[in-house]
C-alpha cells in the first residue's frame, strides 16, 4: 500500500471491480489508450496485472481518502515481451473521467515512483503511450521523464491502420538520492 496526502493505492479487491470496470469501458477515458473493455476484457486486466506481483509489480487501486471512492489504476508493471521496452519497469496510470484534472494522476504517479525506486534496483522507468496521447505525453513530463528519440514503434495489439498503433516512450532516470 502506498498513501499520500489524498490518495491510498492499493491492490484492487473486488468491491473495487465496479468503479475500475466502469472506467475501462468508457469511451472517453479509452479514447487514447485502447478500445473500450466489457467486463471480461476488464477482468482479464485485472489477472494479467496479479500476474506482476509475484515480483512487487502490478497496478494499483487507486483510492481517494475524502470518500473511499475508487477514482483510477496505476503502478509499475513490465514491459510486454512483444515491445522495445520488454522487461523494463514500465510506469503507468489512467483516472475515470471525474476526477481528470484535479492532481490526482500526478500524486498517485509521483507516489509510485518514489516507492519504485525505493523498492528496485533499476537505472530507470519507462512510460509508454499512443503519439497521439497529448494529455499522458505532458504528464510525462510533469513526472519529470523525457522522451526517447528513437523510441517509436508500433504497437503490436493495433491494427495497421489504428491512430493509437504508433507508441512513443519516455524514461526517468534513477535520482541520485534514491
Known amino acids: 500500500m502506498i498513501e499520500t496526502e489524498r490518495l491510498i493505492l492499493r491492490p484492487p479487491v473486488e468491491a473495487d471491480h465496479p468503479a ?3 472506467m475501462w469501458a468508457d469511451p472517453a477515458v479509452m479514447a487514447d489508450l485502447g478500445p473500450v ?3 471480461a476484457a476488464s477482468a482479464a486486466a485485472l489477472a494479467r496485472h496479479d500476474g506482476y506481483r509475484h515480483e512487487g509489480l502490478g497496478f494499483l487501486s487507486v483510492v481517494r481518502k475524502e470518500d473511499d471512492a475508487v477514482i ?3 503502478g509499475l508493471k513490465r514491459g510486454d515481451a512483444q515491445n522495445p521496452i520488454a522487461g523494463q519497469v514500465e510506469a503507468g496510470w489512467m483516472l475515470a473521467r471525474a476526477y481528470w484534472r484535479q492532481g490526482y494522476a ?3 504517479m509521483r507516489a509510485v515512483l518514489a516507492w519504485g525506486w525505493a523498492s528496485f534496483d533499476v537505472p530507470h522507468i519507462v512510460a509508454i503511450t499512443s ?3 497529448v494529455a499522458s505525453r ?3 513530463e510533469r513526472l519529470g521523464m523525457a522522451y526517447i528519440e528513437g ?3 508500433d504497437h503490436h495489439a493495433f491494427a495497421a491502420d489504428d491512430p493509437l498503433r504508433r507508441i512513443v516512450t519516455y524514461r ?3 535520482p541520485r538520492n534514491a
Open 20 to 22: 475500475l470496470y466502469a
Open 37 to 39: 473493455k466489457d467486463d
Open 72 to 74: 483510477g489504476f496505476c
Open 106 to 108: 500526478l500524486e498517485a
Open 131 to 133: 503519439q497521439r496521447n
Open 138 to 140: 505532458a504528464m510525462m
Open 151 to 153: 523510441g517509436d514503434f
Open 172 to 174: 526517468i532516470t534513477r
